[in-house]
T-cell receptor, first 114, second 113 residues
């Protein structure tokens, strides 16, 4: 099993540009989560999907953020337009669901907005 | 909502010494509890999980944690620290559905040679 795969690993962009982060969850996992990690705020849940359907997006900071899951093996997180305060590490995680199923994290995308 | 508290954002131990990282949770029912480790520039990796089968849970890399309901604690221990244990450690609790995970703020472990 290749685990959760995220791309790119690093993204550097200028303020105002569109950024798209990608995630491939573990096959068979019905739940997909997007987290953001910063020194100031720690790990924050942005949104999660169940069977490709967004269930809770209350953590999405602004309308500039959007996430999609067109099929069971792919999800994107888009920021448009990007701002310097969006600089963070963005993690995708997947799970089989159920309280005793742990999250499996990807290695993250480090986003720097200048 | 549930919450997790990790006491001590930074812990330093000597190589070979006992590692103790503290985690307390707030929950009205026995939750599912997890410890994750994060090495630099990597994602979080599952160390161990408590799912009510046994109060003492053994994980990878020699770590273990004990669930104490009376103290609402789930502290992580390792008898002898190794240099490779230096990392950030996160305690987490999930609700019964597994849809919501609540993470602590993390504890950075430094191992002194």
């Amino acid at each position: 099993d290749a685990g959760v795969i995220q791309s790119p690993r690093h993204e550097v962009t200028e303020m105002g540009q569109e950024v798209t982060l990608r995630c491939k969850p573990i096959s068979g996992h019905d739940y997909l989560f997007w987290y953001r990690q910063t020194m100031m705020r720690g790990l924050e849940l942005l949104i999660y999907f169940n069977n490709n359907v967004p269930i809770d997006d209350s953590g999405m900071p602004e309308d500039r953020f959007s996430a999609k899951m067109p099929n069971a093996s792919f999800s994107t997180l888009k920021i448009q337009p990007s701002e310097p305060r969006d600089s963070a590490v963005y993690f995708c995680a997947s799970s089989q669901g159920g309280g005793n199923s742990p999250l499996h994290f990807g290695n993250g995308t480090r986003l720097t907005v200048t | 909502a549930q919450s997790v508290t990790q006491l001590g954002s930074h812990v330093s131990v000597s190589e070979g010494a006992l590692v103790l990282l503290r985690c307390n949770y707030s929950s009205s029912v026995p939750p599912y509890l997890f410890w994750y480790v994060q090495y630099p520039n990597q994602g979080l990796q599952l160390l161990l999980k408590y799912t009510s089968a046994a109060t003492l849970v053994k994980g990878i890399n020699g770590f273990e944690a004990e669930f104490k309901k009376s103290e609402t604690s789930f502290h992580l221990t390792k008898p002898s620290a190794h240099m490779s244990d230096a990392a950030e450690y996160f305690c987490a609790v999930s609700d019964l559905t597994g849809n919501q995970f609540y993470f602590g703020t993390g504890t950075s472990l430094t191992v002194i040679p």
